[in-house]
C-alpha cells in the first residue's frame, strides 16, 4: 500500500463528483490542445510550403498574401490573370528577368476543379515535375510519373491558337482561316495529389474530368472534352500539393469556347473594350493566374523586385516573407484562443478546489484515523494533493485522447476547409508538456484542501463517533 | 517504558482554562499491563492522547518507550506514534472504503513502511486471529467481534512496544468483548509487549496485572 493508492481510492468512493470534476479538465485540456495543434500544423503547412522557390508572379490588382494564398495554398480564388509574356520574358533572360537569372519559371492557369470537394485543377508543364521543388525536392511520385507538355509545346500551340485568335478577330472568312489548333489525344494526362487520389478513389488509369468554377455552383458546368487519364499520383506531402490536380496547359487554353477569355486585351490608353478586344493579339497576351519563378542566386530577388516594382499588369510575391506575416497573425488568434483555453483550464481547476475543499468535513474523522497511525501533516498533504493531482493527470489524459479523436474524426472536414491536414497520430513533445503542466496545476489547486485537511485536530476528530 | 512526572493538560473554554488531565508520577515498566480507569472527566483518554504523542503536555515529563515526547515536534510525535505505539479504539476507528487487509497494511504505511513482507504480516496476523477468510471484506461486511480483531491486528502490525487501548470493549457484549481482550492480552504477552488500557468496566480492569485509578495519580496542590 502507498500513498497514491489512499488517493485513489478517495477518488474512487467520490465517484461522481471525480467524473465532474474531470471532465472540466479533459474539455480545457481537449480545447488547449486542439488549438496548440491546428496552430502548430498550420505553421507546418504553411512553412513547409514555401521552400524551393522564392517568387510567385501575379496580377498587380491583389495582395501579396492573396497571390501566395491562391498559388501555393489554394486559398480563395484566382484574383486575375497576368500575359504569358512575364513567364517568357522571366525565362528567356530577357527584361525583367535579364539580370535575374531564374532557376526556373513555371507558368500556371487556374480556375477549374474536379468533384464535391473541389480540389483545385492547376494547367502547367511538365517542368513542375522536374524542376519545380517542394521542401527543396523536386516532387515525388507514389504512382506512374509526370504528363508530357514542355514549355515549348505550350508556346507552339499558343502560336497557333494566336494565329487563330487573330483570325477571327479580323473576320477573316471561315474558308480561309488558319485551323483552331486541336486538342491533341498524347496531352490528355494529369497528375494528381495524394488525397485526391485517396478521397475520390482514383488510380493509374483513371479519367477525371474538370469542371469549370467550383462543382455545385451557379454557372459551373463539366469539360468533358478536357478529361484527361491519370498518369502520376504524387507522394503525400502534407501540404495543398496533396489536393490538386495538375493537368497541361495545352488542355486549359483549348478547351471549348475558351478562346475569347485566354487572351488578355493590350493595355492600348483612349481604346474602348470593344476596339482592344478586336486588335491583334499576340502569344504573350495569353493569360495565366501565376508564374512561380526561383532566382538564381542573392541578389536575384532584389532584382525582381525592383524590375516588378513598375510592371503595369505584374507584380511579384515572396512567399518567404508574405507566409510568416500570415502565420504571425494566425499566431496571435491561436494565442488569444489559447488564453480563453487556460482560462478555462483555470475554472477547472478551481472546480477541483471546491470540490475536494468541500469534502473535507466529511473527512475529518478519516484524516484523524490516519493522523493516530502515525501518519504525518504532510503525508495527508500529500494524499489530498495527489488526489488532485491523479484527477487532472488523468483528464489531461484523456483530453489529449480526446484531441486526437477529434482530429482523426474530423480530419477530412478540416482539410476541405482550411487546408490543413491534421496528423492524429503524431505525438508531439509539447503533449508531454500539457501532461505535466496540467497535473501540476491541479496539484496546487489541491493545495487549499491539503493544508485544510492536514491541519485537522486529530484528538477531538477521533473522539466524534459519526 | 512509559515514565511520567508532573504533567498537566488544560483546555481552554472561552476565556477559562480547564484542566483535563494531570499525573504527578506514573511509572510503567516494560511488557506491563496496565488498566487505567477512573471517573468521566478525570482525563483517561487525554492522558492516553499524550502518552501516544497525539497531545503534548503543557507541562512535564513524558518518556515513552525511551522518547521524551514533551521535547519533540509534531511530527516526531507522529512518527514515534507510527513506529513505537499501537492504538485500539471503543469505535474501532477503521477506514470503511478499505478492506480488512489494506486496514492494516495502513498501519504499516504510516508506521514502519508497507513495503517488503509488510503484506505478509498483515495476512499473517489476521489469519491468527482468525479473519484469514476475510482479508479482502470492508469493516461494514464483518461482524463487530471481526472489526476489533481487525483493529488489533492494525495495532500490532509494526510489532510496537507499547498498546494503547481505549474503552477497546464499550461497543460488544460482555462475552464477545472479553474473548478479544483475551485474545489481545495473549498476543501481548507472548510478545512482551506494554499494555495500557483505559476502561470503565472492572471486570476488564481486573484482567490486566495492574489498575491505576487516575484520581490517584493527581498532584496534591490539583486535588485540593
Known amino acids: 500500500m502507498r500513498l497514491v493508492s489512499i488517493s485513489l481510492r478517495n477518488l474512487r468512493i467520490r465517484l461522481v463528483a471525480t467524473v465532474l470534476t474531470t471532465l472540466s479538465i479533459v474539455v480545457a485540456t481537449a480545447l488547449y490542445a486542439a488549438i496548440l495543434t491546428m496552430a502548430e500544423q498550420t505553421e507546418a503547412r504553411y512553412e513547409g510550403s514555401i521552400g524551393g522557390y522564392q517568387a510567385i508572379a501575379g496580377p498587380n490588382g491583389a495582395s501579396e498574401l492573396e497571390l501566395v494564398l491562391n498559388t501555393i495554398f489554394n486559398v480563395g480564388e484566382a484574383p486575375g490573370l497576368i500575359p504569358l509574356e512575364v513567364c517568357q520574358k522571366l525565362r528567356r533572360g530577357r527584361g525583367i528577368g535579364r539580370r535575374s537569372q531564374v532557376r526556373f519559371a513555371i507558368p500556371q492557369a487556374r480556375g477549374d476543379s474536379i468533384s464535391s470537394f473541389n480540389f483545385p485543377v492547376i494547367a502547367t508543364i511538365d517542368e513542375m515535375f522536374s524542376k519545380f521543388e517542394w521542401k527543396r525536392a523536386p516532387l515525388k511520385f507514389a504512382a506512374g510519373g509526370p504528363f508530357t507538355f514542355s514549355y515549348e509545346q505550350l508556346i507552339e500551340m499558343a502560336e497557333q491558337l494566336t494565329r487563330y485568335e487573330n483570325a477571327l478577330r479580323a473576320e477573316v472568312p471561315v474558308a480561309e482561316r488558319p485551323q483552331r489548333p486541336q486538342l491533341q489525344e498524347a496531352w490528355r494526362e494529369c497528375v494528381i495529389g495524394a488525397r485526391v487520389a485517396r478521397t475520390l478513389g482514383l488510380e493509374l488509369g483513371s479519367v477525371v474530368t474538370p469542371v469549370h468554377g467550383k462543382a455545385g455552383e451557379f454557372g459551373s458546368h463539366e469539360h468533358p472534352e478536357a478529361s484527361c487519364e491519370i498518369v502520376g499520383v504524387l507522394a503525400p506531402t502534407n501540404s495543398p500539393i496533396d489536393s490538386t490536380i495538375y493537368l497541361p496547359l495545352g488542355i486549359h487554353l483549348l478547351i471549348d469556347g475558351h478562346e475569347q477569355g485566354v487572351f488578355l486585351d493590350p493595355q492600348v490608353a483612349g481604346k474602348s473594350p470593344a476596339q482592344l478586344s478586336a486588335m491583334p493579339t499576340e502569344v504573350g497576351r495569353i493569360g495565366l493566374t501565376a508564374v512561380i519563378a526561383d532566382p538564381k542566386d542573392h541578389m536575384g530577388p532584389q532584382i525582381l523586385r525592383r524590375e516588378f516594382g513598375s510592371h503595369p499588369e505584374a507584380q511579384v510575391a515572396w512567399p518567404q516573407d508574405v507566409v510568416p506575416k500570415f502565420l504571425r497573425q494566425i499566431g496571435n488568434a491561436a494565442d488569444a484562443l489559447a488564453v480563453i483555453a487556460w482560462l478555462v483550464l483555470l475554472v477547472a481547476a478551481v472546480s477541483i478546489t471546491v470540490a475536494i475543499y468541500n469534502t473535507m468535513n466529511e473527512r475529518r474523522r478519516e484524516i484523524a484515523i490516519m493522523r493516530s497511525l502515525g501518519a504525518r501533516r504532510a503525508q495527508i498533504l500529500t494524499i489530498i494533493t495527489g488526489e488532485a493531482a491523479l484527477l487532472s493527470f488523468f483528464g489531461a489524459l484523456l483530453g489529449l485522447a480526446l484531441c486526437h479523436a477529434a482530429a482523426y474524426g474530423l480530419q477530412g472536414l478540416v482539410e476541405d476547409l482550411t487546408g490543413v491536414f491534421l496528423d492524429w497520430s503524431q505525438l508531439r513533445p509539447w503533449e508531454l508538456w500539457l501532461l505535466v503542466g496540467v497535473t501540476s496545476i491541479g496539484a496546487v489547486a489541491g493545495l487549499a484542501p491539503a493544508v485544510k485537511g492536514s491541519m485537522t485536530q486529530v484528538a477531538d476528530n477521533l473522539a466524534q463517533n459519526y | ?224
Open chain 2, 1 to 224: 517504558m512509559i515514565h511520567l512526572r508532573d504533567v498537566q493538560k488544560s483546555y481552554s473554554r472561552g476565556e477559562q482554562s480547564v484542566l483535563a488531565c494531570a499525573v504527578d508520577r506514573l511509572e510503567i515498566a516494560p511488557g506491563e499491563q496496565v488498566a487505567l480507569v477512573g471517573r468521566s472527566g478525570t482525563g483517561k483518554t487525554t492522558l492516553l492522547h499524550i502518552l501516544a504523542g497525539i497531545l503534548r503536555a503543557d507541562r512535564g515529563e513524558v518518556e515513552i518507550v525511551g522518547e521524551r515526547l514533551d521535547r519533540l515536534g509534531e511530527a516526531a510525535r507522529d512518527r514515534h506514534r507510527g513506529r513505537h505505539i499501537g492504538m485500539v479504539y471503543q469505535t474501532f476507528n477503521l477506514l470503511q472504503p478499505f478492506s480488512a487487509l489494506e486496514n492494516v497494511l495502513m498501519g504499516a504505511l504510516f508506521g514502519r513502511g508497507a513495503g517488503g513482507d509488510a503484506r505478509l504480516r498483515a495476512e499473517a496476523l489476521l489469519e491468527q486471529v482468525g479473519l484469514g477468510e476475510r482479508l479482502h471484506h470492508r469493516p461494514s461486511e464483518l461482524s463487530v467481534g471481526q472489526v476489533q480483531r481487525v483493529a488489533i491486528c492494525r495495532a500490532l502490525i509494526n510489532d510496537p512496544e507499547l498498546v494503547l487501548m481505549d474503552e477497546p470493549l464499550g461497543n460488544q457484549d460482555k462475552a464477545t468483548g472479553g474473548q478479544v481482550l483475551d485474545l489481545m492480552l495473549q498476543i501481548a504477552t507472548d510478545a512482551g509487549k506494554t499494555v495500557v488500557m483505559v476502561t470503565h468496566d472492572p471486570e476488564s480492569a481486573e484482567r490486566m496485572q495492574r489498575t491505576v485509578d487516575l484520581a490517584t495519580l493527581r498532584p496534591q496542590e490539583v486535588v485540593a
